[in-house]
């Protein structure tokens, strides 16, 4: 009996002491009051004004917004036209092309692998991927039909340099330097999304040939880098890509309406891409690529650096689970060491010390310099955005996040990206 006794003394001394939790999960992304979590109702209100005013100028055809604090999610809504023509309205729930904002969750993906101890992050890409040996710099090029010369790289290309855009690979048609758009083109290289019918590995083969812009490490030239490692976690877990984001990522999350190519009962949320015409709006045509790939054609490229679609929701609950630490309704996705690892400055040669922002692993990131300036959020605000006009960002200080979804192409006039900044910015009450 006394020895029963001294038993359950010690466990409740040890369940009283100040030993650390195993675990604390975190709850779900789930609706509450703005008050309860230190916003202002009024002061939120200010986003209608601004966004229905943009709507009616005929800056923009319609958006979905989102403000989440402390993991609740205390404004979400839609305005304004998914489709003009047709006349469909904006949901909340409608389904985005996020190209770029694809990045995130791709490099995510390759820390998971990282955490596992399937590589280190200096490695050599080519390591894996052999086609990325003894890498080449443009030397001279020929416009009249676009030959080249290439001198050798300092170095290879490692895998941290693809993460961060220092690798030296290029955009093709979106990085600004015609060579490099020809060469690609030439090449048969896909920069980013596609409804052709394209393999990962064999485009990723392909651009492992291609000259580099500069050597590996010196700038920050954006990238495929992404791209290529969507091949690595393919090569590295044995899965396609799309199905290890799945089982790793999205199913995890709950992210249900994240894809690279949408079930076809999905379909009808997707939201047009819209330019301006003739006072108003209509559908973007098809030019280099149909913008309606999530839905039609192939649908076999997984393009891990803007080939996804998403929610407003879904995608502030992956923001939501960075500010977790790495973790989100139980759901431990990385450590919160490796979560630290990833918002640092990985090249002071590139971005110094002195920079209001930088890129880290997985987001741009803000400075103590840019904070100070106001608009942007605090220091340590993670952010980036999408080529059809979709943009995030992640308060780690304040514990807020906000989401502007927009399809738009040549859309010149529209500033609601940098006011909801500073509308979410002014709406803390607390």
């Given at each position: 009996m006394n020895n029963l006794l001294l038993t359950l003394l010690a466990l409740i001394i040890f369940s009283s002491c100040g030993c650390p939790d195993a675990e604390k999960n975190s709850a779900p992304l789930t609706k509450a009051a703005p008050e309860s979590q230190g916003m202002s109702s009024d002061r939120l209100a200010r986003i209608d004004t601004m966004i229905m005013q943009a709507v009616e100028k005929g800056d923009i055809p319609g958006a979905v917004?989102?403000?989440?604090?402390?993991?609740?999610?205390?404004?979400?809504?839609?305005?304004?036209?998914?489709?003009?023509?047709?006349?469909?309205?904006?949901?909340?729930?409608?389904?985005?092309?996020?190209?770029?904002?694809?990045?995130?969750?791709?490099?995510?993906?390759?820390?998971?692998?990282?955490e596992e101890g399937k590589f280190r992050l200096d490695d050599p890409i080519s390591k894996y991927i052999p086609e990325f040996r003894n890498p080449g710099l443009l030397k001279t090029f020929n416009p009249k039909d676009t030959t080249y010369t290439t001198e050798p790289a300092k170095s290879e290309i490692t895998i941290r340099q693809l993460l961060t855009h220092t690798s030296g690979i290029g955009y093709g048609f979106i990085d600004g330097d015609e060579r490099f758009s020809m060469i690609y083109h030439k090449a048969g290289i896909t920069d980013a999304f596609t409804a052709n019918k394209v393999i990962l590995s064999?485009?990723?083969?392909?651009?492992?040939?291609?000259?580099?812009?500069?050597?590996?490490?010196?700038?920050?030239?954006?990238?495929?880098?992404?791209?290529?490692?969507?091949?690595?976690?393919?090569?590295?877990?044995?899965?396609?890509?799309?199905?290890?984001?799945?089982?790793?990522?999205?199913?995890?999350?709950?992210?249900?309406?994240?894809?690279?190519?949408?079930?076809?009962?999905?379909?009808?949320?997707?939201?047009?891409?819209q330019e301006p015409a003739d006072g108003?709006?209509?559908?973007?045509?098809v030019t280099s690529y149909d913008p309606d790939y999530p839905v039609k054609g192939a649908r076999s490229y997984f393009a891990g650096g803007a080939g996804l679609s998403s929610t407003a929701k879904d995608y502030a609950t992956f923001l939501q689970m960075y500010l977790n630490g790495g973790e989100l309704n139980g759901k431990r996705?990385?450590?919160?060491?490796?979560?630290?690892?990833?918002?640092?400055?990985?090249?002071?040669?590139?971005?110094?010390?002195?920079?209001?922002?930088?890129?880290?692993?997985?987001?741009?990131?803000?400075?103590?310099?840019?904070?100070?300036?106001?608009g942007q959020g605090s220091t340590g605000t993670f952010n980036w955005g999408g080529y059809f006009s979709t943009t995030y960002f992640a308060d780690p200080v304040e514990k807020t996040i906000g989401i502007l979804m927009k399809q738009t192409q040549g859309a010149h006039n529209d500033e609601t990206e940098w006011k909801f900044k500073i509308l979410t910015g002014q709406a803390v009450n607390n």
């Open positions: 917004a989102l403000v989440a604090r402390n993991g609740r999610i205390v404004y979400h809504k839609a305005f304004g036209m998914a489709d003009n023509q047709s006349g469909r309205v904006m949901k909340t729930d409608d389904i985005f092309r996020i190209a770029s904002q694809t990045k995130a969750i791709t490099a995510t993906a390759v820390m998971i692998l990282w064999e485009n990723i083969k392909k651009l492992g040939r291609m000259p580099l812009h500069h050597n590996p490490g010196e700038k920050f030239t954006y990238s495929e880098g992404l791209d290529v490692l969507g091949y690595l976690i393919e090569i590295v877990s044995g899965m396609s890509f799309d199905k290890f984001l799945r089982t790793r990522l999205f199913d995890p999350l709950g992210m249900d309406d994240t894809w690279f190519y949408l079930p076809y009962d999905k379909a009808s949320r997707l939201v047009t891409v108003g709006w209509k559908r973007f045509p996705i990385l450590s919160r060491t490796t979560v630290k690892a990833v918002m640092g400055n990985q090249n002071y040669l590139v971005w110094g010390e002195d920079s209001e922002s930088y890129y880290g692993m997985v987001f741009g990131v803000l400075t103590e310099r840019g904070a100070e300036k106001g």
